[in-house]
C-alpha cells in the first residue's frame, strides 16, 4: 500500500538549518541516481566532497531516513543529506510504501542466503576484490556506520 505524503507539512517541520542545507545541495546537482528502493528512496549525494547514500522512507508510520553521513540526524534520521533525497524523491514522484525498508534490507535473507538480482551483483562485486581491498572498504564503512562496525565487532566476536 503506497501512502501520500503532506510535502509542505513535511518541509514546515524541518529545522531551519537541515533545509537550507538540503536546498543547497538540490541546488547543486549533488543528488545523482535517485532510485525507489525498499519502499522508499535512495540516491548518491555529493556534500564538499563527499559521498553519501541516504535513504527516505517510511518506517513504522514515520518518514524516516537513514545515512552513512556523521551528522546526527536526531531520532528521524533526516539530516540533509535524507532530506535533500527526499525531497528530490517527491518532485521526481515516487511512490512509497507504508512500510519500507532502508536500502532494500529485505532484499536478502541472511538465514537462507537468498537474495534477489541486486543482493546477487553487489555478492559477485565482493568476491572479485583481493583481500586487502575488501579489508580496506570494510573499514572504510565501519567508520562511517557506527551500525555497521557494531555488527562487524558482533560477528568477529562470535
Known amino acids: 500500500m503506497a501512502v501520500i505524503i503532506d510535502v509542505p507539512a513535511f518541509r514546515e ?4 538549518a ?3 542545507a538540503a536546498e543547497r545541495l538540490l541546488t547543486e546537482d549533488a543528488v545523482a541516481g535517485l532510485e525507489e528502493v525498499g519502499g522508499g528512496a535512495r540516491a548518491v549525494v555529493t556534500d564538499g566532497g563527499d559521498r553519501f547514500e541516504p535513504w527516505v522512507g517510511v518506517i513504522d508510520r514515520v518518514f524516516t531516513g537513514d545515512c552513512d553521513c556523521p551528522a546526527d540526524p536526531g531520532a528521524d534520521g533526516l539530516c540533509a543529506h535524507a532530506v535533500a533525497v527526499a525531497l528530490a524523491a517527491f518532485d521526481d514522484g515516487v511512490k512509497f510504501a507504508a512500510a519500507g525498508v532502508p536500502h532494500g ?5 541472511d538465514e537462507t ?3 534477489d538480482g541486486a543482493a546477487a551483483e ?3 562485486a565482493a ?5 586487502r581491498e575488501l ?7 565501519a567508520l562511517r556506520d557506527p551500525g ?3 555488527r562487524l565487532l558482533e560477528l568477529r566476536d562470535a
Open 18 to 20: 537541515v533545509a537550507a
Open 113 to 115: 542466503g537468498e537474495d
Open 127 to 131: 568476491e572479485g576484490l583481493d583481500p
Open 13 to 16: 517541520s524541518l529545522p531551519a
Open 135 to 141: 579489508t580496506e572498504l570494510v573499514i572504510g564503512q
Open 148 to 150: 555497521f562496525a557494531a
Open 122 to 124: 553487489i555478492r559477485r
Open 105 to 109: 534490507d529485505e532484499e536478502y535473507d
